[in-house]
């Protein structure tokens, strides 16, 4: 665990290399709501505290967002659209190999997911959406869920993957990298490109590569 940067791309920004992370961008009234998510909860979080901490009325913030669900709400899109742009670009950086696909994709989750910490641990918080909410907050994560396993197909089906049940295998994929916020704190010893390694390797295991 190694030093980190909670970052973020703007929207239809250029993206040139998706192993590089610039810095965040956000509202004042997005970044003091993602610092009191963050450390409170959303649940823990009052849009009074938010209020207080951008130094703006409760009123003038509702100007700005309908309530304190279309502040998470508009975090979680931002950073689950922005893991997808970057695992399709990572995707396209391998090529027709599934082997170096998969492994540019779980690369492109892991630095996303240590680099800016705060964005993905903020996902836990979904729970709190409404329903309407949870099914736009899950189909953009869909798009995710989509991209490997349509890797992790095409690899069984080339024989560079032996896999029994690509779908079940894309869930433990995924899962293993969404519990990434649950244990990687900054002041640790493993870089987040050193966290990034030991994942790929542990995915190609997972889907047989290293044995072929």
Known sequence: MGSSTDDTVAEGAVMPDWRTLEPMELTPILSASL???????????????????????VPALYYHHENKEGLLIALLELSTSDVLSRAHAADEDGGGD????????????????TLRARLAALEGESRYLSPENRQ????????????????VEEGTASGSFDVDD?????????????????????????????????????ALKTV?????
């Open 98 to 113: 599934p082997v170096r696909r998969l492994s540019n994709v779980i690369e492109a989750i892991v630095l996303r997911m």
């Open 35 to 57: 610092d009191a998510f963050y450390e409170t909860g959303f649940h823990g979080t009052s849009v009074r505290e938010i209020a207080r901490r951008v130094g703006v009325t």
């Open 136 to 151: 736009r907050y899950r189909a953009v994560r869909k798009g995710i869920e989509k991209l490997v396993r349509e890797i």
């Open 208 to 212: 047989g590569a290293d044995a072929r």
């Open 166 to 202: 690509p779908a079940e295998t894309t869930r433990a994929l995924l899962g293993m990298c969404q519990s990434i916020p649950r244990w990687y704190h900054a002041e640790g010893t493993l870089s987040p490109q050193a966290v990034a390694k030991k994942y790929v390797d542990i």
